[in-house]
Structures are given as C-alpha cells and as structure tokens.
Nanobody, 123 residues
Framework: QVQLVESGGGLVQPGGSLRLSCAPSGRTLSSEIMGWFRQAPGKEREFVSA????????YYADSVKGRFTISRHNAKNTVYLQMNSLKPEDTAVYYCAADPRGPVADVDSYDYWGQGTQVTVSS
C-alpha cells in the first residue's frame, strides 16, 4: 500500500504564495509520475500539475501555468507545489496523487490519493 501525506495549505490573501508538499511512503511506486489535483466546493476534481520523478518533465493546467511550479527533492522523497500570485478561484482542497495508469491529467488514472489540504485565497 502507498500512503501520501500532504502539508502546506492555509489561508492567504490574493496575490500571495503557498507551498504544498507531498511525501509518499509505503511500497515502491510503479510509476515515476506524481500529480496534484484540486476540488472546489460544488465542482469536480481537476488536474493542476504533475511531474515525472526520474526525468523532471512537468505538466500544468492552463489555469495555473506561469503561477504554479511543481518540483521534487529526490533525497527527501518529496514533491512540492509552489503556488504564486494566488487568486480567489484557486480556493480548493488540493490532493496529491501517485501511480497513474493512464493520462497524467485524468483523475481516473490514479489509484493513490492523499487526504487533501485546504487552500483558501481570500482578503
């Protein structure tokens, strides 16, 4: 079994920044890709970003391109999501996901999910 532990959410004003972290534990992951998704109240879970652990290739939703940066620290076995220039529409529960069996931006591709961390952007 794989456990994903997220941290770093909180309340921030518009234009502010937050950094989310995700650390997998348990058995070795089959895929080298990890992703971030988010779900706002009353909306479906949507793709935010993903990274290939081995070659560093990154993927972003158009809505966050240029504002969010995904990275990994191999020694710490941790994936980060740096979120800058946050907007009220970024408010959501953010989830880390691992081991996609299909397209990296597809929610249904992932078997393993973290518990989620709340990000609220409000003045």
């Amino acid at each position: 079994q794989v456990q994903l532990v997220e941290s770093g959410g909180g309340l921030v004003q518009p234009g502010g920044s937050l950094r989310l972290s995700c650390a997998p534990s348990g058995r070795t992951l089959s895929s080298e890709i990890m992703g971030w998704f988010r779900q706002a109240p009353g909306k479906e879970r949507e793709f935010v970003s993903a990274i290939n652990w081995s070659d560093g290739n990154t993927y972003y939703a158009d809505s966050v391109k240029g504002r969010f940066t995904i990275s990994r620290h191999n020694a710490k076995n941790t994936v980060y999501l740096q979120m800058n220039s946050l907007k009220p529409e970024d408010t959501a529960v953010y989830y880390c996901a691992a081991d996609p069996r299909g397209p990296v931006a597809d929610v249904d591709s992932y078997d393993y999910w973290g518990q989620g961390t709340q990000v609220t952007v409000s003045s």
